[in-house]
């Protein structure tokens, strides 16, 4: 069973929410505030973390913050009143995974905590699957039904980035200092030359596309999961 902690200081919010997604079957591991989840965190081995922002200690940026910096990898899902775009630029900045505005739906909230253990299974696996396209992460190489392509480290890893987290904008500068650390000499126009090269390879590919956020960045769209949806 997976175990979800939920860090949130309103008392019958954090009711609801071990409620929630216990019924969703997973067990969840409850926190007052920030400082309190990072010590359950200490603790306790989590699957995925769910947050408040506003919390007395610590608030959720600042927990996102220290857990990211710790090196962690651990899914995220902010939970806020606010919905102001700097709000949520702010939370991705931080490092959390998605994000979602009080009042939440219950169906949704279960959808997006299953979306972000399935991301979490891929980094662990190395790999990802999109019909009849795979991504190797150990090997560098994209394969598609007989056809399979190495790509240079850094375009490699700035498309498997984007598949894992499909829908998610990420910045040119997250991008670039994920792939190319915050020590090098290279700037936000390294990513636009990647992203060109990979879209003048996979542009026609039916199975996704990266699409340009203008004035954020960049995000991928897996346009076989649409399809699928559609039907």
């Known amino acids: 069973m997976f175990r979800i902690l939920i860090a949130e200081d309103d008392p019958s919010t954090n009711r609801l929410l071990c409620a929630i ?7 969840p591991v409850a926190a007052v505030d920030g400082e309190d989840a990072l010590q359950k965190l200490n603790e306790t081995q989590v699957d995925l973390m769910i947050c408040d922002v506003m ?60 979306a972000l253990l399935r991301r979490a299974r891929i980094v662990d696996e190395h790999k990802i699957t999109l019909g009849p396209v795979t991504l190797d992460y150990d090997t560098n190489t994209v394969q598609r039904e007989s056809e399979t392509f190495i790509l240079p480290p850094k375009e490699f890893q700035l498309l498997y980035k984007l598949l894992a987290y499909p829908d998610r904008t990420f910045t040119r500068l997250q991008l670039l200092d994920e792939l190319w650390g915050m020590d090098s000499e290279s ?40 399809t699928n949806e559609k039907d």
Do not use: C
Request: hydrophobic share 35%; no cysteine; aromatic share 8%.
């Open 55 to 114: 919390m007395p200690k610590l608030d959720g940026f600042a927990l996102t913050q220290s857990i990211r910096e710790s090196g962690s990898m651990l899914p995220i899902l902010m939970l806020t009143a606010k919905s102001l775009p700097e709000d949520k630029r702010t939370g991705f900045l931080v490092g959390t995974d998605d994000y979602l505005t009080k009042p939440f739906d219950r169906e949704e909230l279960l959808l997006r905590i299953k």
């Open 187 to 226: 700037d936000e126009r390294t990513v636009n030359v990647h992203i060109n090269r990979l879209r003048n390879r996979f542009g026609e590919w039916p199975e996704f596309e990266i699409q340009t956020v203008r004035g954020l960045g960049y995000r991928a769209v897996r346009k076989e999961l649409e």
């Open 21 to 27: 997604v216990r019924r969703g079957g997973y067990e």
